[in-house]
């Protein structure tokens, strides 16, 4: 998904080849996430930008930039704004004219970088090629670039001299959509602007000097009748009463954080990123912004405006120590991130659990949700909401939460539950489930159900992501950064949360008490069972060449809890290997599904020990009976009475049946793959997909 890095130095000296490899180097950081070309631009040797534009990988955009001879690498700056982007195409193809950073004029007067949507672009266009604008490009965003001169040329025109983040505060007001944006211009030398709107971007910050306190004090606009007041409207284009804004008092405040103990300016540096990923290798102090903040960087401070203050919004934003460490999104030993995610699950798993369970005890402590278990417990109904992997791990425990809540239990696909604007009250208690905690359709979700007044759950990876950050509570499930596009290790960390979740729910029921006991010892075994199935790998590689390599299609057949493990895996393959594969729950095969079997179509079938085994043993032998030729998931030791027709064996650790998808997943990965690896794919960037996917 698209990415925005940009870097700010002020008193530091930094060559403008120096600039260049920092931009660079914040991309690459990015490049996980997904992405179909990449730009930047920095200072030119006079007024105008120098701006870079490359179809394809960052290394691509490196080497286009080393062979045109234009920029002077050894220029020193002492003060510079430099912005990056990773795109993927939303609005206009894949080519090099729409890729970012886009700019409002040929001499770069106002250049952008912008993640998410303009909504409104189509009348934006309209109205600004009516006010003479020529368009290059066929993206939402170029019109925001045009909206900053458009209205800074009125401006002037009026005798109105505006600052910066006045600039912005009345272009934003013309723009509906979502944005993480930063902006450049050569009339705010120097200055750089950047605002989000359910679009991630925080902000690192670098100095030699102690800085006084460790949060940024917001500034609102205490002029009540400004905050409307763009006198440029364009939607309002003739209303010229409209009063403009007193921007004379912006620069008149100082942000706390940033005053030297001398009064003399302080050497600074600014690294502003859509992900923390890119910005702890230079600073581990960084800001998070909410929603419609604007961050005004000039002169080696930061400032935070908002237009107006609202209740909830607190007035200042703290500098958090990010405790990542790089080496924690470096591959190590492994050629794929996915490779090393998926032998990461002993670990990840155990870190879920850590300090959340006693096993001595048989007690499950989430500090997340300690104050809030009494209001869940009183719900009249639960919602699980996500998407892809992160939905398979709610249908994987959904049946679990019946179970211990007694509660009913909505799954939801995010995206056709906003479609449906599925009915929901305050006595519902939501869950949201997502590894980035940015997917966009989770979080409109989220939005939709904080609106209706239900209490919000986030069972999230990502600290500090915004599902996060909005939910009223929630459980981090700890698995570490994944980088991958193929989602693994994060999928046996939600399902262990939601799992340990399920438990706290039925903390006080002494009829359910030996059942949580078997569970909780149950999860005490799971590293050690996802360890062992790991050794399976040299039997998958053999599997995948002697009856997967080559294959087009792809069955995977599971029953009751192994469904979402059937639906799981299917994911997996087709996702990174292209093989079109289908999740078939058990029972449904001969309603339809039955017509695709013979003996070439490749069946996986999962029949590990649970009390719907017979079920699917006879599901097995209805597609063995025409002629399919399964590989089957079993137990360790478990004989399973077949006809002879199948291809293999593979052989996992047993544990409690709601539990034994953690386990009989690992093999699926493993499968998808070396599926994936035998045909030369890039499986942590397959084609058409994102990491975090922030549009709609
Ligand atoms: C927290 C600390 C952890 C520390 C532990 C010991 C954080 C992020 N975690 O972990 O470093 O070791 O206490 O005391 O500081 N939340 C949401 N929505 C979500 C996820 C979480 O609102 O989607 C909230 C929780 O309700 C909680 C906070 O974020 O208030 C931290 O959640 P979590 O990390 O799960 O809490 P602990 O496991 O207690
Ligand atoms: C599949 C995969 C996706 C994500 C989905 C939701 O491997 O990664 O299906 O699970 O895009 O993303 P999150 O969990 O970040 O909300």
Redo the contacts with the bound molecule.
Sequence with gaps: MCGIFGYVNYLVDKSRGEIVDTLIEGLQKLEYRGYDSTGLAVDGDDDKAFIFRQVGKVAALRDHIEKDLRPDTDKIFSSHVGIAHTRWATHGNVTENNCHPHTSDPNNEFVVVHNGIITNFRDLRILLKGKGFKFQTDTDTECIAMLFKHIYDTNLKNGHEVDFNELMKQVLYELQGSYGLLVRSSHYPGEIVATRKGSPLLVGVKTERKMKVDFVDVEFNDDPESQFASPNSLRFPSDKTAKPSNSSKFHKSQSRAFLSEDGIPMPMEFFLSSDPSSVIEHTKKVLFLEDDDIVHIYNGELHIHRATKEKGIPATRSILTLEMELAEIMKGPYKHFMQKEIFEQPDSTFNTMRGRIDFNENVVRLGGLKDWLPTIKRASRFLMI??????HSCLATRPLFEELAGVPVSLEVASDFLDRSSPVSKNDVCFF???????AD?MLALQYCIEQGATTVGIV?SVGSS?SRQTDCGVHVNAGPEIG????K?YTS?YIALVMVALSLASDSIALRNRCISIIQGLKRIPEQIKRSLELEDQIKDICDKHLNGQKNALLLGRGYQFATALEGS??IK?ISYIHSEGVAAGELKHGVLALVDKDLPIIAIATKDSLLPKVQSAISQVTAREGRPIIIVNEGQKLQTNKKELAFIEVPENVDCLQGLINVIPLQLMSYWLAVNQGIDVDFPRN?A???TVE
């Design positions: 996500a998407c892809g992997t992160s939905y489930v997502s590894q980035s905690g940015e997917t989770s990876n599902i596009v193929a989602s693994t994060a939600q994911l997996k996702e997909l990491k975090s996917v």
